[in-house]
């Protein structure tokens, strides 16, 4: 299996290297939004799959960490210029950096965040830390239209440099799945499911799980902030609009249709969920068939791409891949031939 691994493993780093070289501009945009939407998607599924706590919060990470990659890339002129609502704050005009950096202070940011409130959120369990945490993204969305002089408010940011092709955020992606993949299969990640199998168990048996929890909820806010700052590199422009519940919906659908708890489940859902969106683009569109043109029906792959859905949905129930993983399937494969 250790084989099988690397050989995944080697695919993947071969794919993103040659992909721009195969793929026209439209495709590979496609691909990088689906390898950005598989880092929020992974760091989502580990505090809501394999933790177990069923948390709505990654719109506000990843609003925190796109407007501080925003802002810590745009140089002083650049804000001067864009900033017509009210003049930016003297630190706003201070902050600036390098690409890399800005993606490590975004993750850092919502990580900070997420530590300060995991005391308050963790004091409730299930449906009320759902409310506690949705709470928690309409106030980042509020934030930012009210505090013109931090954001710019309802007006965002734009010509944000676009330092996100596709080696970046591949890699990135690839990166952000073997670090979860790691944390998941350590003692921390076993502490975890058993969080989420039983809290007041594993309580019992000496597991920390307020530590537990924590660790799952910073994890994943860094991961979403650095998610975060790749879309504000990669669309070029910030605004509250972006960051609105649907995103947190949109990863929720992916996280279930994976399989709860499956980091490369994570991964499958969102190339089907992302990926399907668009590719199924041309049902909008006039088509000929069998010498009979139909007109233009905006909005029928929206219908058929839900149909699917909940046709995989009814025949496998908790997910394409349940928990497990891809690995656990070819384990399973490989004691048949046996």
């Known amino acids: 299996m250790r084989l099988v691994n690397i050989a995944l493993l080697l695919i993947a780093v071969g794919f993103i290297l040659i992909a721009p070289d195969i793929f026209d501009e439209y495709t590979i945009r496609i691909l990088s939004n689906i390898a950005i939407f598989a880092i929020l998607a992974v760091s989502y599924n580990l505090i809501n799959g394999v933790t177990g706590q069923f948390s709505l919060e990654p719109n506000g990470f990843v609003a925190i960490g796109a407007y501080v990659a925003a802002l810590m890339l745009l140089s002083t002129d650049e804000k001067i210029y864009q900033f017509v609502l009210e003049e930016p704050s003297a630190f706003v005009l201070w902050i600036n950096s390098g690409f890399v950096t800005a993606l490590i202070f975004a993750g850092l940011a919502a990580c900070a965040l997420a530590l300060m409130l995991a005391f308050p959120v963790f004091r409730v369990r299930g449906d009320y830390l759902a409310i506690v945490t949705l709470g928690f993204g309409f106030i980042i969305q509020i934030f930012a239209i009210n505090n013109p002089q931090i954001t710019n408010g ?48 594993a309580e019992a048996m000496g597991v920390n799980t307020f530590k537990i929890k924590t660790t799952a909820f910073c994890t994943s806010a860094f991961f979403e902030g650095v998610g975060g700052g790749l879309l504000a590199v990669f669309l070029t422009t910030v605004s509250p609009d972006q960051f609105t519940f649907f995103l947190t919906f949109q990863l929720l659908i992916i996280i279930v249709l994976g399989g709860l708890g499956s980091t490369t489940g994570a991964v499958i859902g969102t190339i089907l969920v992302i990926g399907g969106s668009e590719w199924l683009r041309f049902l909008d569109e006039s088509m000929n068939i069998f010498g009979y043109t139909t007109p233009a029906m905006p909005g029928l792959r929206m219908v058929v791409f839900s149909v699917m859905l909940i046709l995989v949905m009814l025949f496998a129930r908790r997910g394409l891949l349940g928990s497990g993983e891809v690995s656990d399937i070819l384990k399973k494969i490989k004691r048949k031939r046996q």
């Open 154 to 201: 309802s007006l965002g940011l734009n010509d944000i440099p676009e330092h996100a092709n596709f080696y970046w955020v591949g890699f990135t992606a690839l990166l952000a799945v073997i670090l979860i993949l790691n944390i998941v299969n350590s003692k921390y990640g076993r502490a975890m499911k058993a969080v989420r199998d039983d809290e007041d168990a």
